[in-house]
C-alpha cells in the first residue's frame, strides 16, 4: 500500500470508530424513551456474553484424564468469589488469570 492508502485507510477507521461511538447517544437522545429491546440487551447480552466466553475457554479441557482441569475449576472459582466479593472487574479477571498462570505452572 502507498503512503497515501494508509492515510486514507487510517482516516476511514478514525470516522468509523467515532460513529459507532457517538450514534448510540444520537439515537437515544435523553428525549425519546429507549425501546424496550434496547434494554432488554442490555439487561440479558452481558450474562450471555460471559457464558460464551466460559463455554470457550473451557472446550480443550479434559475433565476425564490428567489434573481433571484441576487449575481452571480453581480459578474460575477465585474470580467468581473475588468478583461477587469486591464487585471490581479488573481485579477480578486480573487475579483470576494471574492465579491461572501459576496454578498451571504448579499443577502441570
Known sequence: M??????????????????????????FSENRETPGFII??????????????IVYCLRNVDFIGGN??????ICILITAVLHLWKRQTLLSIGVG?????ILIQLIR
Not at 40 to 53: E, R, T, W
Not at 97 to 101: A, G, L
Open 68 to 73: 481433571h482441569g484441576l487449575p481452571e475449576i
Open 40 to 53: 432488554y440487551i442490555g439487561k440479558f447480552l452481558p450474562a450471555a456474553v460471559f457464558s460464551m466466553l
Open 97 to 101: 488469570t494471574i492465579s491461572y498462570m
Open 2 to 27: 502507498t503512503v497515501t492508502q494508509h492515510i486514507i485507510t487510517i482516516a476511514l477507521l478514525v470516522v468509523v470508530t467515532v460513529l459507532t461511538r457517538f450514534l448510540p447517544f444520537w439515537v
